[in-house]
């Protein structure tokens, strides 16, 4: 595949890309540590289930893969972020029968995550669900700016959103998760939402603990039975929550003990 | 509201501007016939609409009145495309408190749209809801996309799209009229899809000769009974449907006289 890569922040895009265009394309934002992409194989997982959805065609995999490790090198505590967009294309939603994807890296420092439990409200901004495009990290992602938009007004670390009808789906940057006795659940994200590397990372480290984990629909209603809650997200780990809307959630002992067990140590 | 335009097909865009990033922006691609636009108040319209949805700051709007016009004039038929995204911010879903948006405005050729009526497939792609989305032309189209990859394997020249809740929306660049004997019918579109500048035009000349047109929820079965049908958009004006999926529609009249009223020559 013959693609084109932009790399470093100052890099210039022509404004006919489609990632531009239409938000024809997608994006990974990955974790750095000690000069290494965390969870890599992870990333290029999604990367590759959301290349299928799109039939959006993916740069060669080593070539991608040290350009992205070099990105990397230079960072103690930092993120590489990763986007692929169908490229250039006429003008027009139909997509040119040989594209040449636009790859585009840059990478950063992070400050470690904030260690205290998140304050979390439920969102009157919903997500449109979509199955074609769920689970995926695409660049269409309105919904979550949206989000971003109303938590600002609200006193609170995390913007909880639900679908279109009504199904609990995760905060606005972050997937959920919540403990009802020695039940772990986790949203069934087959019609919206984003499946975040980090919960990836939670749900095969319960599959080899064999600690029981339904990804089922989950009502907000359900929440209110909850007796721990916690947040994953790539870069920032795995967060207990303090407290969703008006209920404290006092248990932070599965989050915990899986932030042990996955080696985080900056949230 | 201070902005930056970015003017002509060749200009470039940083990587990290919101709209590539996340579709945080806004689009119109606008008929240009005689070196003028064609309906721009309309145009002008449904993007103060879309600014209001997403808090996204326009420009100036007699400075970008005058860009406009500049780049339409040169072209006897042509389009002028304009896109407002919210500007370079940094990481993360969250908008910057003062956004400078980007406003780039490109303008070219068109050829004149083909005048005979469209073989039309129901597409299995689906648009998801989310009613603070829809209505507006905003950056995030993968939708439209995935209904125009699905178009390129089937012998026809537009796609209907259905909402997830099984409701008729419009094609997959044009939204969709049926005429019912002496009542007209187009979707509502207050969970999905974008109020086209021509459907728009229809429905202001509709009004001033006091034909009742509805705006309602449509299902694919409705359209089973339908005498007529046409679909519409800013760049090729009103087209006739030839057949949806199976079905032959035989009937051109309110196409044509909708056609004539509103002084549509090239299609």
């Known amino acids: 595949v013959r693609v084109r890569y932009l790399i470093g922040q100052d890099a210039t895009i022509e404004v006919g890309d489609r990632g531009l265009a239409y938000g024809d394309g997608l994006f990974e934002t990955m974790a750095v540590r000690h000069g290494r992409i965390e969870r890599f194989e992870l990333h290029r997982e999604r990367l ?3 290349s299928d959805r799109l039939g959006l065609p993916l740069p060669d995999a080593d070539e991608l893969e040290q ?4 990105a990397a090198a230079e960072f103690d505590l930092g993120f590489v972020k990763l ?19 636009n790859v585009i890296i840059n990478a950063g420092m992070r400050q470690p995550a904030p260690t205290r439990a998140l304050r979390v409200v439920t969102l009157e901004q919903r997500l449109g669900e979509n199955p074609k495009l769920a689970g995926i990290k695409h660049l269409c992602r309105l919904e979550q700016v949206l989000g971003q938009l109303e938590l600002k007004s609200l006193a609170a670390d995390e913007g909880l959103m639900l679908s ?8 606005t940057s972050r997937n959920v998760f919540a403990v009802f006795g020695s039940r772990l659940v986790t949203p069934d994200l087959s019609q919206a939402g984003i499946r975040g590397v980090m919960r990836e990372a939670v749900l095969h480290e319960c599959e080899q603990r064999r600690v029981a984990v339904d990804e089922r629909a989950l009502t907000l209603d359900d929440l209110q039975q ?3 809650m916690f947040m ?3 870069l920032v780990g795995i967060q207990s929550v303090e407290c969703l809307d008006e209920r404290a959630l006092p248990s932070r ?3 915990a003990r899986l932030r042990d067990a996955l080696g985080l140590i900056d949230g």
């Open 48 to 50: 590759r289930l959301g």
């Open 67 to 70: 350009r992205l490790a070099a």
């Open 83 to 101: 986007t692929v967009t169908r490229g250039q294309g006429p003008r027009g939603y139909a997509p040119p029968d040989d594209p040449v994807p």
């Open 164 to 171: 279109m009808s009504g199904a609990v789906i995760g905060g």
């Open 226 to 228: 909850a007796d721990e």
């Open 232 to 234: 994953t997200n790539a």
């Open 253 to 255: 002992d599965l989050a």
